[in-house]
T-cell receptor
Framework: GAGVSQSPRYKVAKRGQDVALRCDPISGHVSLFWYQQALGQGPEFLTYFQNEAQLDKSGLPSDRFFAERPEGSVSTLKIQRTQQEDSAVYLC?????????????FGEGSRLTVL | GENVEQHPSTLSVQEGDSAVIKCTYSDSASNYFPWYKQELGKRPQLIIDIRSNVGEKKDQRIAVTLNKTAKHFSLHITETQPEDSAVYFCAAIEDTGNQFYFGTGTSLTVIP
């Protein structure tokens, strides 16, 4: 596709449910990032993949958060036993360059609401 | 890690006036400073960036200035138009790392 695609765009979960958010980056992009954006805040880093390798997961807020990119393309962010504080927009971004040396191309985000 | 502060959080200007948004950063190793624009319900998009080896960069109606000594950088939009209305985020990056550190955003409203 022409840009970064994320699904679902909106997800409502009951507290305690597991959710999975999908990111389809721009084809050929080496780098993939996940960010969490709370209402009225800037994006906050969660994790970074270079191809299939997860090189940085220092931003994941707890061990309930897990991300993978098994074939170096599509990535999934999984949140187990969701809590209300997990409510946010989850943004995926990809870049053709390694690390943070290039322009980030963002998806439109997945808005998660935990009731 | 890096701490980026952004001001103001909201800004209203009349169409045709200029808008200035300011950011400060804490890590002197940061050397790349992009600005992203996020329209309501849309994805953030890069509008301009600057690297630490230059002090100013312009692209039509937008410009960014960088003061490395004071560790602050600013976005300037001249001759504002209603389509400039959006949330603007600054970021600071040390390019051997993996993280973009974003500011908290400025909601700009251009009044026709």
């Amino acid at each position: 596709g022409a840009g970064v695609s994320q699904s679902p765009r909106y997800k409502v979960a009951k507290r305690g449910q597991d959710v999975a958010l999908r990111c389809d980056p721009i084809s050929g992009h080496v780098s993939l990032f996940w960010y969490q954006q709370a209402l009225g805040q800037g994006p906050e880093f969660l994790t970074y993949f270079q191809n299939e390798a997860q090189l940085d997961k220092s931003g994941l807020p707890s061990d309930r958060f897990f991300a993978e990119r098994p074939e170096g393309s599509v990535s999934t962010l999984k949140i187990q036993r969701t809590q209300q504080e997990d409510s946010a927009v989850y943004l995926c971004a990809s870049s053709s360059r390694v690390g943070n040396t290039g322009e980030l191309f963002f998806g439109e985000g997945s808005r998660l609401t935990v009731l | 890690g890096e701490n980026v502060e952004q001001h103001p959080s909201t800004l209203s200007v009349q169409e045709g006036d200029s808008a200035v948004i300011k950011c400060t950063y804490s890590d002197s190793a940061s050397n790349y400073f992009p600005w992203y624009k996020q329209e309501l319900g849309k994805r953030p998009q890069l509008i301009i960036d600057i690297r630490s080896n230059v002090g100013e960069k312009k692209d039509q109606r937008i410009a960014v200035t960088l003061n490395k000594t004071a560790k602050h950088f600013s976005l300037h939009i001249t001759e504002t138009q209603p389509e400039d209305s959006a949330v603007y985020f600054c970021a600071a990056i040390e390019d051997t790392g993996n993280q973009f550190y974003f500011g908290t955003g400025t909601s700009l409203t251009v009044i026709p």
